[in-house]
């Protein structure tokens, strides 16, 4: 198959419809940053590394130069269907794993596209065929009762059955769910999401009343430090609300330690934090093998961050409400294609690969860095 001749760095600042705040940042700008790879026969493949200091410890300026030297060494003049290409470019550099996505969804989705294929095909194989609909949960920031019984009115409108509310210490969370409850009323799922927010004792208050109040939380996601394992499983221990591990599951190996010690029941898979498709699948795996749910998320992303990781839940997870509303936030896409959405229902679409056709024609797109391999050599 034609080799990987040319890959780019691209950045374009997004404005969100709303700001976004939990309990660690507060956004109302998206810088996108996307990689793009391209072949001798000039398709491309799309990957975008979700950046964030505080959440990914990675910037524009660090993916780009993670893409200049070792990460498009690697990939550079190689097929993009070369099956040793992911556990290459997991050794070729420690950490940066938003980065180390970001290429390797540009790689697969070059690959598939190559064959004829949609991510989503090319990872179920056999010919098999993945579902084209997924569902996705819509977020709440973080807010006072009143302010987020207003946003859950409007989603549910909208069309969404299943809220994330975003917790923090600046607000009371269980005055804010009965509000949101009263609003919406019984038959829309709710899901909680502390981002870490608590710590083992008022995590178990908190999620403890809550039960008693019978405001019927679906899941907990992240309630304490990612570190704590053991106070994760404290929480999961003291509770009957189902607890989701996000910040505390990167690998497949975090995965398995979340398992043993009986620290959550369900993992949040996110590709900026496992690195890429293979590494989530191997988690989607290992999690399975222990018994746990799985829901596939996503961080502040584009669709084309978005619309990779809903190929891997349409392969792998299809029958979940997934956490995967985040190109919904952006008041326009840096590209045209990928996914397309109606209501709390996100469409994959007919193309091959991730189906994105380019950059969108008002994308103010900066060059963060282009690098070209002639005869298996970057110049």
Do not use: Y
């Not at 969370?173 to 009263?182: D, E, I, K, Q, S």
């Not at 190996?253 to 398992?259: L, Q, T, Y």
């Amino acid at each position: 198959m034609s080799v990987v001749e040319r890959m780019r760095v691209l950045r374009v600042s997004s404005p969100l419809v709303r700001p976004f705040v939990t309990a660690v940042r507060r956004t109302d700008r998206l810088d996108v940053v996307l990689v793009e790879a391209t072949d001798a026969d000039g398709r491309v493949g799309w990957g975008e590394a979700a950046v964030s200091w505080r959440v990914t410890g990675e910037s524009p300026q660090s993916v780009a130069a993670a893409v200049a030297g070792p990460l498009g060494d690697i990939v550079g003049g190689r097929g993009a269907g070369d099956p040793a290409l992911a556990d290459d470019l997991a050794r070729a550099i420690w950490g940066n794993a938003a980065a180390r996505s970001a290429v390797a969804c540009a790689v697969a989705d070059l690959a598939a596209r190559q064959r004829g294929l949609s991510v989503a095909e090319a990872l179920l194989g056999n010919g098999a065929t993945a579902p084209s609909r997924l569902r996705t949960d819509m977020t709440l920031s973080t807010a006072a009762p009143a302010e987020l019984a207003e946003q859950a009115i409007a989603h549910v409108a909208a069309g969404f059955g299943c809220l994330k509310i975003k917790a923090s210490a600046d607000h009371d969370t269980v005055a804010g769910l009965r509000a949101v409850r009263a609003a919406v009323g019984a038959e829309v799922s709710l899901r909680i999401d502390a981002n870490q927010a608590w710590d083992v004792a008022t995590a178990i208050r908190i999620i403890r009343t809550c039960e008693d109040e019978g405001l019927g939380i679906e899941l907990v996601e992240q309630p304490v430090a990612a570190p704590d394992i053991e106070g994760l499983a404290g929480v999961t221990a003291a509770v009957g609300t189902p607890i989701m591990a996000d910040e505390a599951v990167r690998t497949e190996s975090d995965v398995r330690v979340i398992a043993e010690r009986g620290a959550a029941g369900l993992v949040n898979i996110k590709l900026a934090k496992t690195g890429g498709p293979a590494e989530a699948v191997a988690a989607v795996r290992a999690a399975r093998e222990h018994g746990l749910g799985v829901v596939f998320g996503c961080m502040m992303e584009s669709p084309v961050g978005v619309t990779a990781t809903a190929h891997l839940a349409a392969a792998l997870a299809p029958e979940v409400v997934h956490d995967l509303d985040a190109a919904l936030w952006l008041q326009r896409s840096p590209v045209t294609g990928g996914i397309r959405s109606e209501a709390d229902v996100l469409m994959l679409g007919d193309g091959c690969g991730l189906g994105i056709d380019a950059l969108a024609s008002d994308a103010d797109a900066d060059v963060l860095a282009d690098i070209r391999v002639h005869q298996g050599v970057c110049a």
